[in-house]
């Protein structure tokens, strides 16, 4: 059974700090792995999606990287702003036709101005 | 232009009652999800439709049935609801191949009372 971990669950950080949001899985047989956002009281959005073949992707100021074998993921957000507080969720696919996305409980992200 | 849209936004009903939470989607997908957010903020999947077919159905108990009637709809129907229901239902589709990202409504919002 797949496991999602995020610790911690809640980080702090002063405005402009680069920083990477940690995300572990037990089972490393997966199709990809997403990392979404979260706002308070609204829906999830895709920030990125790494294929299982693929070590890392780039948006703007995110990088996600992936290492299957360990399974291990990072979130790299550069220069953090105010507007970067939010939720953070990994969420992993696994193998299989039918697979299913498994979530990590989230870190919540405040950067203090 | 909403890509995946979910109503009612909020839902506050009485326990033993039945209600029903539409989602539909223009982005062209085959496959819908439902996912349920509980206190905890934890998301966990429910159900997963593919062409109008059933393709996952995680252990939730049978009063809760989604429904399909074409494949860019995918609402969820709730019988005899209890306390323990409230939560953030969150609707998904994506496309049915295993790299396909996910896409989410806003979420509906249930209390039961």
């Known amino acids: 059974k797949q496991e999602v971990t995020q610790i911690p669950a809640a980080l702090s950080v002063p405005e402009g700090e680069n920083l990477v949001l940690n995300c572990s899985f037990t089972?490393?047989?997966?199709?990809?792995l997403q990392w979404f956002r979260q706002d308070p009281g609204k829906g999830l959005t895709s920030l990125l999606l790494i294929q299982s073949s693929q070590r890392e992707q780039t948006s703007g100021r995110l990088n996600a990287s992936l290492d299957k074998s360990s399974g291990r993921s990072t979130l790299y957000i550069a220069a953090s702003q105010p507007g970067d507080s939010a939720t953070y969720l990994c969420?992993?696919?696994?193998?299989?036709?039918?697979?299913?996305?498994?979530f990590g409980k989230g870190i919540t992200l405040s950067v203090r101005p | 232009d909403t890509a995946v849209s979910q109503t009612p936004k909020y839902l506050v009903t009485q326990m033993g009652n039945d209600k029903s939470i539409k989602c539909e989607q223009n982005l062209g997908h085959d496959t819908m999800y439902w996912y349920k957010q509980d206190s905890k903020k934890f998301l966990k999947i429910m159900f997963s439709?593919?062409?109008?077919?059933?393709?996952i159905n995680e252990t939730v108990p049978n009063r809760f049935s989604p429904k399909s009637p074409d494949k860019a709809h995918l609402n969820l129907h709730i019988n005899s609801l209890e306390l323990g229901d409230s939560a953030v239902y969150f609707c998904?589709?994506?496309?049915?191949?295993?790299?396909?990202?996910?896409?989410f409504g806003p979420g509906t919002r249930l209390t039961v009372l």
């Open positions: 089972d490393s047989a997966i199709y990809n």
């Open positions: 439709y593919n062409n109008k077919e059933l393709i």
């Open positions: 969420a992993v696919k696994g193998a299989g036709a039918n697979s299913k996305l498994t």
């Open positions: 998904a589709s994506s496309q049915p191949t295993v790299s396909g990202e996910q896409f």
